[in-house]
């Protein structure tokens, strides 16, 4: 049984910076893919940040990039989404998400977490 928990969200000011982790247990970590998706109200899931299997490719939505920096760390199975000069516009639900098939900034993968919410406030 694959599980997704993600952390470390929170209320921020703007400009300020917060790191979400994304622990994911059941799978090989070192074999999937994974991305960091947001979702605000009354708006359709976005994808923010992705890596490839291998760790080595990453890819950012025009909307964070320069901004935010996804990781992830195979020892430790967890996934990373370190947030800089956070502005009220990022505010949202943030979720992670894993697959052995790269779907990229698509909302197609097939392991979801629940969600951590990040507001940040003007």
């Known amino acids: 049984q694959v599980t997704v928990v993600e952390s470390g969200g929170g209320s921020v000011q703007a400009g300020g910076s917060l790191t979400l982790s994304c622990t994911i247990s059941?799978?090989?970590?070192?074999?999937?893919?994974m991305g960091w998706f947001r979702q605000a109200p009354e708006k359709e899931r976005e994808g923010i940040a992705c890596?490839?299997?291998?760790?080595?490719?990453?890819f950012y939505a025009d909307s964070v990039k320069g901004r935010f920096t996804i990781s992830k760390d195979d020892a430790k199975n967890t996934l990373y989404l370190q947030m800089n000069s956070l502005e009220p516009e990022d505010t949202a639900m943030y979720y992670c998400?894993?697959?052995?098939?790269?779907?990229?900034?698509?909302?197609?993968?097939?392991?979801w977490g629940q969600g951590t919410q990040v507001t940040v406030s003007s």
């Open positions: 998400a894993a697959d052995s098939i790269d779907w990229g900034l698509t909302p197609q993968y097939n392991y």
């Open positions: 059941g799978l090989s970590f070192d074999g999937y893919a």
């Open positions: 890596i490839g299997r291998s760790g080595r490719s990453t």
